[in-house]
């Protein structure tokens, strides 16, 4: 992977009222063609994402949506979708056509605020008509602006951005000293990619790297000849999920262990929230509703882990007979008060404001929710140990247990 995940970057949602000219805009802040533009109200039909580096703020992704106020046939689908990106936006530009300021911009300043997501404004047109003097002046047709246009943005996003932007969040550097050796179990069968790792374990690598640490990479069969073979314990194991019982079997008591998705639960989400909504697998029934959430669209393979080995184990650990769906990509249901269970993927494709999004949403409707790593290991009967990184998950775990 020579360039940063998407998952990993900043996302920015350009809003506004159609014809406002938010495309225009990301055109003018890319230095391209991104979007198509025109007179025509509604030209932009879907979201058009683009990555960019913008130092020094460093990786991000420009989410260019449809407009609000639009009259076509098709809006309400089009809203629909520009209305789901702010689910995993982490700065809002309401971009301003001229002047105007009306429903459509209330209603996004309101969504934005109550979804606690900073907001920018970008007056459009600027040199037509007259226009408030708190937001950015904008001719986005000028390309001569370009620059003068640009610094003012990066002020602007240096000044809301999230503290976990521009303080990256650590996936297990924190968890064990500098100079300790990490060892992460990677099973290669025929559901890895062919001639490369999955991204939770590139990014783990990197990280225990980032952190000075000293990482073996071995794949499941040759895990106890490793451990054999170091003079000190690993500090920390790491094991993909779906070995996770024959990692813990074969994993020393004095060494902590734990998973990649479990890592995600902390980086991705709120972990304690995950914790709580394992419980719930021992308390479902005949005929009870399970979600299953998976964040990318990849091919399901003939043992897929979110289509049929998990619900495999949910249905051999409970005895139940239960009525399981799956979402992918940037699906999720609006009707989540339906299931007993929501179990989300570990996250990898998504960046934390949209699982915590996710995780929000299950909560306002009363449903729990967890997360593949956190759930494979209650089923496994597990958790418990692949919780030790995790002093306050653990507490609460164990809180969950004695009742």
């Not at 459009?124 to 008509?129: E, G």
């Not at 001719?139 to 951005?161: Q, W």
């Not at 929710?369 to 919780?387: A, D, P």
Request: hydrophobic share 40%.
């Amino acid at each position: 992977m020579d360039t940063a995940p998407k998952s990993l970057r900043l996302h920015i949602a350009l809003l506004g009222r159609v014809n406002a000219g938010k495309s225009s805009f990301l055109n003018l802040i890319a230095g391209q063609q991104v979007s198509i533009t025109s007179a025509i109200a509604g030209t932009t039909t879907d979201v058009v994402e683009k990555t960019q580096e913008l130092l020094p703020l460093g990786p991000i992704v420009w989410l260019d949506t449809a407009g609000f106020g639009d009259e076509t046939a098709l809006a309400p689908e089009r809203l629909a979708k520009t209305r789901r990106v702010l689910d995993r936006a982490d700065i809002a530009i309401l971009v301003y056509d001229g002047g105007k300021s009306g429903p459509e911009e209330e209603e996004i300043i309101r969504e934005a605020a109550a979804r606690k997501i900073p907001l920018i404004k970008v007056y459009n047109k600027a040199d037509r008509y007259a226009v408030a003097n708190d937001g950015i002046k904008v001719n986005s047709t000028d390309a001569s602006s370009r620059d003068r246009v640009l610094n003012e943005l990066k002020a602007a996003l240096i000044k809301v951005c999230p503290d976990d932007i521009i303080n990256a969040p650590v996936l297990l550097g924190d968890l064990v000293p500098a100079h300790a050796t990490v060892v992460m179990i990677v099973p290669i069968d025929f559901e890895a990619p062919k001639g490369r790792l999955i991204m939770p374990q590139v990014q783990a690598i990197r990280d225990a790297l980032d952190h000075d640490q000293t990482v073996i990479v071995v794949k499941e069969s040759g895990y106890t000849k490793v451990l054999d073979n170091l003079k000190t314990p690993p500090a920390l194991v790491v094991c993909d999920s779906q070995v996770v019982d024959k990692m813990v079997a074969e994993t020393p008591e004095n060494v902590v262990c734990t998973t990649f998705s479990t890592l995600f639960a902390r980086l991705k989400g709120d972990i304690i929230k995950l914790v709580e909504g394992a419980g719930a697998v021992s308390r479902l029934r005949d005929g009870d509703k399970v979600l299953i959430a998976e964040s990318c669209t990849h091919h399901a393979v003939e043992d897929d882990i979110g289509r049929v080995k998990i619900p495999r184990w949910l249905r051999q650990k409970t005895g139940a007979d239960l009525r399981i769906d799956h979402v992918s990509g940037c699906d999720f249901p609006d009707n989540l008060g339906d299931y007993s269970l929501v179990i989300q993927c570990g996250g990898c494709m998504n960046n934390r404001r949209e699982i915590l999004s996710r995780i929000n949403k299950c909560e306002a409707a009363g449903v729990p929710v967890t997360n593949y790593g956190v759930c494979i290991s209650e089923l496994k009967g597990v958790l418990e140990r692949i919780l030790q990184p995790f002093p306050d998950a653990l507490q609460k775990y164990r809180e969950m247990k004695n009742g």
